[in-house]
């Protein structure tokens, strides 16, 4: 029984994170300022949808956890995102407000080192990965399953917030095929699309565009609604294993 509330804690503060709630500051080698400057480096967005100066990322931390190590670095003259996780799990994240029809396209791209071998992210006890691009989305609640209505109850309780509405994560998986869509082994509410897949392209810069109305619609079966947020994540705990990654600029058009 403990057991399972400390999973549903770490679980609801991970899902009160995407929803820009929970909010603790991480001990990492990026100062404030260096934060600030991911803002100028790292997101492109429309001046319509949100002022420069007001696109702050938080650094987030899941409960119990050890925190993934996030610094910026210069690699061949481009500003990155390094990430370092050494059984760890925690998140930055961008607050957003996009409505659907503001929205098409994302263009990111990362580089990872090496994947981790024991990690399935569909699987409850293995639900890692090197690299995660996480969009969180707004929807009409009353569409959620009698587990989702819990959940987000229980998130509302703790936080003083539903949880997200539905939560699309880019991800690099160890063998499912391009394309494809992992549901979360604890909520459906989060959904991975694998964008990259296997060793082949380790150790090199890779980029995507992507369509994030078709993807979602893939995922969920039906339009997104309003993008509320933007997250990166690589985290290794569940298997208990290092992982290292860099994550280049992000563009929303």
Same mark, same amino acid.
């Given at each position: 029984?403990?057991?399972?509330?400390?999973?549903?804690?770490?679980?609801?503060?991970?899902?009160? #994170?995407?929803?820009?709630?929970?909010?603790?500051?991480? %001990?990492?080698?990026? %100062?404030?300022?260096?934060?600030?400057?991911?803002?100028?480096?790292?997101?492109?967005?429309?001046?319509?949808?949100?002022?420069?100066? /007001?696109?702050?990322?938080?650094?987030?931390?899941?409960?119990?956890?050890?925190?993934?190590?996030? =610094?910026?670095?210069?690699?061949?003259?481009?500003?990155?995102?390094?990430?370092?996780? /050494? =059984?760890?799990?925690?998140?930055?994240?961008?607050?957003?407000?996009?409505?659907?029809?503001?929205?098409?396209?994302?263009?990111?791209?990362?580089?990872?080192?090496?994947?981790?071998?024991?990690?399935?992210?569909?699987? *409850?006890?293995? $639900?890692? =990965?090197?690299?995660?691009?996480?969009?969180?989305?707004?929807?009409?609640?009353?569409?959620? =399953? !009698?587990?989702?209505?819990?959940?987000?109850?229980?998130?509302?309780?703790?936080?003083?917030? !539903?949880?997200?509405?539905?939560?699309?994560?880019?991800? @690099?998986?160890?063998?499912? #095929?391009?394309? %494809?869509?992992?549901?979360?082994?604890?909520?459906?509410?989060?959904?991975?699309?694998?964008?990259? #897949?296997?060793?082949? *392209?380790? $150790?090199? @810069?890779?980029?995507?565009?992507?369509?994030?109305?078709?993807?979602?619609?893939?995922?969920?079966?039906?339009? !997104?609604?309003?993008?509320?947020?933007?997250?990166?994540?690589?985290?290794?705990?569940?298997? *208990?294993?290092?992982?290292?990654?860099?994550?280049? !600029?992000? /563009?929303?058009?």
């Amino acid at each position: 029984m403990k057991r399972f509330i400390f999973k549903m804690a770490t679980l609801l503060t991970f899902i009160w #994170s995407l929803q820009a709630c929970s909010i603790f500051k991480m %001990s990492t080698p990026s %100062s404030t300022a260096a934060q600030g400057n991911l803002a100028a480096t790292h997101i492109s967005l429309p001046h319509t949808w949100l002022p420069e100066d /007001q696109i702050k990322w938080e650094a987030l931390k899941l409960p119990g956890k050890i925190t993934t190590q996030y =610094s910026l670095v210069k690699v061949k003259a481009q500003q990155t995102v390094m990430a370092n996780a /050494q =059984s760890s799990a925690s998140m930055l994240r961008l607050d957003l407000n996009v409505p659907p029809e503001n929205f098409n396209r994302l263009a990111f791209a990362w580089q990872v080192q090496n994947l981790i071998e024991a990690a399935d992210m569909g699987q *409850r006890e293995h $639900d890692d =990965s090197p690299v995660r691009l996480v969009l969180a989305f707004a929807g009409d609640q009353r569409n959620f =399953s !009698p587990q989702n209505a819990m959940l987000s109850e229980l998130t509302h309780a703790i936080t003083g917030r !539903p949880m997200p509405y539905a939560t699309l994560m880019y991800v @690099w998986c160890n063998k499912r #095929s391009l394309n %494809s869509v992992i549901l979360n082994p604890r909520t459906d509410r989060i959904r991975k699309v694998v964008v990259e #897949s296997g060793k082949g *392209r380790l $150790d090199q @810069w890779l980029t995507y565009e992507r369509d994030i109305k078709a993807d979602f619609e893939k995922a969920f079966g039906e339009a !997104p609604g309003a993008l509320i947020g933007i997250g990166l994540m690589t985290d290794t705990d569940n298997t *208990r294993s290092n992982a290292k990654a860099w994550y280049g !600029p992000i /563009q929303l058009r």
